[in-house]
């Protein structure tokens, strides 16, 4: 193992463009984040500008940019198969034809979620899962022309990841097993959605990816391998997985096949918070098999991964495959509750052919609202530069946008949703994407359950 380190190469705090004195404090060597993508052509930008506030309440964004309403919880689905579920959570786009555009949206809903998604005969897994996905189909002007199940009887229906061929892996972010809350099949798993067709691939739990508390997923587009996060909600914290399927990059059905499930292990660090150098970079990197990957007995991360133990970090979430190399984020971590060190997120770079580990960068805590919450949570690459990073914390909830030279701007900022005048609450935002062209940006507010379409002069 050899380790490095260099300094932080930019400190900036988010100027208050609009966000009410939100702020972010970014460090790291971001251009790291775009290296060999389309988006290091087109970087450098600061930003739209302040965000308007929107008269109708939902959402502010920089002037010149507009959004449209695809869907709210409880309206009818065009199918005619229930309302529009509750808990609006990962998404992503995929290209249809004649210029469509076909969108695959998680619904988190818990065994006491608001509103179900609609069981459907062929695409229900657990007839008492409330949670499962729903499948919008737009035309080139974002008007919806179709919207359906396209998987139900899932549980905690999180994040997940697209496929190289066009699929929506779906991850369950619970370990319930038949019994518990009313279900009737162990829950944990991952799903394969198909976004045009979903009776394609039907609602069959993808066992040999691992049951445990599922957050994103990123496939590596060269080698097939997929990439998981564990958000697990307490010690020991969850873990970095691969998964190594027999048929890689076989197409729709493939990853059923089955494969190999194995957890990342960095020499001599047990807990990813207690790094805090950004730039610091670990060789050597281990993968470690999994001993039991349904956990029958014993959640993975507490089973025994021999001499060396294993690497965990808190509250992993997004993951996407950039380049050559996998990101991921760690939302936050926080002493109190068992991690070694605290941070206001983290995101970490693995690169597969070098095995090779670094932390990108730091959030915070050197922010202008020292708010624990104030984490990234869903983050993806702008086709016009950047990332999109949507929060998950206290108060007013942003989307905000960051360029490689470290420049952090507000791109939206939700309207209060919940709560009353004297304890205000706002939905977080969630499932942040892109259209195939670049042209529109998606996004969901979790609460209550809206996905909006944004369009504007995204510079390119």
Known sequence: MSISSRPATRRQVLARSGALGAGIAFTGALSELFAGTAAAQSLGHAGYGPLVPDPDGLLDLPRGFRYR???REGDQLRSGEGPVPSNHDGMSAFPGRHGRVHLVRNHENRADGRVPVPTVKGLTYDPEGKGGCTALTLDHRNHVRDERVAIAGTAVNCAGGPTPWHTWLTCEETEDKAGTNGYTKDHGFIFEVDPVDPHRTGAVPLTAMGRFQHEAIAVDPRRGVVYETEDAFERPFGLFYRFLPEKPLGGTGSLRAGG???AMRVPGVPDLSSIQETGASFDGVEWVDVPDPLAAETPIRFQDFGRGGITHAQKLEGCYWGGRSVYFVS????????????????????????????????????TDVRLPGESPDNICLAPSGGLMVCEDGNGAQHVYGVTRRGEVYAMARGAQNIGTEEEPEWGEFAGVTFSPDGDTMYVNCYTPGTTFAVTGPWRG
Do not use: C, K, N
């Open 69 to 71: 309403v695809l869907s």
């Open 260 to 262: 190999r499930l194995q």
């Open 331 to 366: 939302s936050f971590a926080r002493s109190a509750e068992g991690s070694a060190a605290d941070h206001y997120g983290q995101i970490w770079r693995y690169d597969p052919e070098r095995r090779r580990l670094t932390l990108v960068i730091v959030f915070g805590p050197d």
